[in-house]
């Protein structure tokens, strides 16, 4: 059978099983998930081992860094992918629920169910904990997922379905609810996105040339998990204790994330007091700094004048982009022309300038004196997530269960006939 007959029945299994999971009860879909956190406490060493096959693979290959970062499964990602599992089945269950029942005129009741959106497609690459992440939320939303990890993380993400198909199983569910294509040909890739008639959503979530490539071949709608370009403006009253931590964080805590933080604008008025106090911070701990000329004076040796393309982009490394501004209005100007609508942040003690920011920037997390690494699915109370929708249609953020459901109308009527 060729990649596209493969993709074909796997996309019609695929849809068979969605039907299968949209009528199955809460209980068995949590408890699928509650099973697949046993296994994964219980299959550690084969887990590490496979993904010891990738990292191997991934030094051969010369990997940078950041992508290395993102494949390996770390004793604490591990963790995570459990608690994950845990926590998503203990929250309420979506399907079926009816929202906003209101009567009509003639009687009728009209509302909007939650049901799911099918069968949903996830590509991806590195990141094996995305595996579990996408099909414990698709799981329990009722929906059917393909998921077509990148090649760099082949054995970690065959092993991880092959425990998912075990915890399937062990709740009565099917198999085909959950899929990993048993190939790393690009062409799967090709061949899936032109599966409009079995998959219903599909999810891109890596490099830009990923996104771009899936959005211009997709037959059915793209959810954009686009580039992660963060600000962070310290406005003129921010607190400079605080501040220096939280862009520490942001910067530092997990550099290669979409959620981290790319560049630092500060105010005039705070910029000779706060960039050496973040340059002694951050410079120690490896960060290099891409500076504005107002900037360069007031950091350190591991800082260097900015070229015209470092604004705007995503690093994924321990660099930081600096600029000093004049204003608020400045700044916000600043982050519509580079911002990437992931996440933005402002540092500030004036509510007013708090307020105006969190209005003005158009960003799938706006952010108020904490760090930009929260916009994330567990830290915004969503369990897991699928990703972090850039599109604005139909979620814009970290996309939990609810955001891999929809609504259908409901009418409950009692005879009536329109006139």
């Not at 290959?61 to 004793?75: E, H, M, N, P, Y």
Request: proline fraction near 4%; include cysteine.
């Amino acid at each position: 059978m060729d990649i596209r007959q493969q993709m074909i029945e796997m996309g019609r299994r695929a849809r068979r099983a969605s039907r299968t999971l949209a009528k199955a009860s809460g209980k068995a879909r949590s408890g699928a998930l509650v099973a697949l956190a046993d296994l994964l406490e219980a299959e550690a060493s084969a887990i590490a081992e496979a993904n010891a096959l990738d990292l191997a693979a991934a030094k051969e290959r010369g990997l940078d860094k950041a992508r290395v970062q993102r494949l390996t499964i770390s004793d604490k990602v591990l963790r995570s992918m459990i608690a994950g599992c845990r926590e998503v089945a203990a929250m309420d269950d979506p399907v079926g629920g009816i929202e906003s029942m209101t009567r009509r005129p003639n009687g009728m009741l009209v509302g909007r169910m939650r049901v799911p959106l099918g069968v949903v497609a996830m590509i991806y690459e590195s990141r094996p904990n995305a595996t579990v992440d996408a099909g414990i939320l698709c799981l329990k939303a009722g929906n059917a997922v393909i998921l077509r990890g990148g090649s760099e993380a082949f054995h970690s993400n065959t092993c991880l379905a092959g425990l998912m198909h075990r915890a399937l199983e062990q709740a009565g569910l099917p198999r085909d609810a959950v899929q990993v294509p048993a190939t790393t040909d690009r062409e799967a890739v090709a061949e899936l996105l032109k599966l409009s008639d079995f998959i219903d959503v599909v999810i891109p979530r890596g490099g830009e040339g990923l996104i771009r490539a899936v959005t211009e071949q997709a037959t059915m709608p793209v959810l954009k998990h686009y580039k992660g370009v963060c600000h962070l403006f310290a406005d003129a009253s921010c607190d400079i204790t605080r501040a220096v931590p939280i862009i520490d964080n942001a910067k530092t805590q997990y550099p290669s994330g979409c959620n981290a933080l790319e560049c630092l604008l500060v105010h005039r008025d705070v910029a000779g007091v706060l960039l050496p106090r973040v340059d002694k911070v951050l410079a120690a701990k490896g960060v290099r700094f891409k500076a504005c000329p107002r900037s360069l004076p007031l950091l350190g040796d591991a800082a260097e004048p900015a070229m015209p393309g470092d604004w705007g982009y995503e690093f994924l490394d321990l660099v930081l982009a600096v600029r000093v501004v004049d204003s608020l209005d400045e700044a916000l100007d600043f982050i519509a022309e580079h911002g990437s609508n992931h996440t933005e942040a402002i540092l500030s003690e004036n509510y007013e300038h708090c307020m105006r920011f969190v209005r003005e920037v158009d960003a799938s997390l706006v952010v108020a004196n904490a760090s930009t690494r929260f916009n994330d699915g567990a830290q915004l109370g969503l369990g897991a997530e699928i990703g972090i929708s850039t599109s604005k249609l139909h979620a814009y953020g970290p996309m939990g269960v609810r955001e891999l459901t929809s609504a259908k109308f409901v009418l409950l009527g009692e005879g009536q006939v329109r006139e």
